[in-house]
């Protein structure tokens, strides 16, 4: 089964500071690797994916992510952390199979400091 | 790009009575809708999976007779929770997924509140 683990449930930094969020997955082969953000009572907007091909992916809003196979990372980068990223992040990986079911992470809280 | 709208936003009902909440693609066709229920400050769970025409998959653990989804076309999925409970107050979301599709429209979510 697949499980998608993100170790930090709140994180801190004030703006201006780069920023990076930590995932770890569990999947049997590659997998469909993806980031979302939540503001609070919203629904998730879709920061960037990775299917295949370049393992660095540029995302909206300035966000990157690296697919690392060898360590089970898709960790999510931002250079310059703006006061309006602050909000909730989801990692999710999604199964190829015929379902592709989306399992997240238990998502980080990002406070951003003036 | 895709859009999926989600209906209501927010809703209050009583103990014992039901509510739909209905979830739209707009500009694509969702073969494949997934409904997730999220608890404050926690995870989306997935309760279930359905496909266009098809009868939904439910998530071990998930009433299907209290969470009764509906997939009658590939722009419509409905979600009714059934005798609803103070329990069953939670965040809904939807999501799509069209044909060929990749990636993932989420709608914007239902806040359901029994009281």
């Known amino acids: 089964a697949q499980s998608v683990t993100q170790p930090d449930i709140h994180i801190t930094v004030s703006e201006g500071a780069s920023l990076e969020l930590r995932c770890n997955y569990s999947y049997g082969a590659t997998p469909y690797l993806f980031w979302y953000v939540q503001s609070p009572g919203q629904g998730l907007q879709l920061l960037l994916k990775?299917?295949?091909?370049?393992?660095l992916v540029q995302g909206i809003k300035g966000f990157e992510a690296e697919f690392k196979r060898s360590q089970s990372s898709f960790n999510l980068r931002k250079p310059s952390v703006h006061w309006s990223d602050a909000a909730e992040y989801f990692c999710a990986v999604g199964s190829r199979g015929s379902a592709r079911q989306l399992t997240f992470g238990s998502g980080t809280q990002l406070t951003v400091l003036p | 790009g895709a859009v999926v709208s989600q209906h209501p936003s927010w809703v209050i009902c009583k103990s014992g009575t039901s509510v739909k909440i209905e979830c739209r693609s707009l500009d694509f066709q969702a073969t494949t809708m997934f409904w997730y229920r999220q608890f404050p400050k926690q995870s989306l769970m997935l309760m279930a999976t359905?496909?266009?025409?098809?009868?939904?998959?439910?998530e071990q653990g998930v009433e299907k007779d209290k969470f009764l989804i509906n997939h009658a076309s590939l722009t419509l999925s409905t979600l009714t929770v059934t005798s609803a409970h103070p329990e069953d107050s939670s965040f809904y979301i939807c999501?799509?997924?069209?044909?060929?599709?990749?990636?993932?429209?989420f709608g914007s979510g239902t806040r359901l509140t029994v009281v």
């Open positions: 990775y299917f295949s091909g370049d393992t």
């Open positions: 999501s799509a997924r069209g044909q060929g599709r990749d990636g993932y429209t």
């Open positions: 359905s496909n266009e025409g098809s009868k939904a998959t439910y």
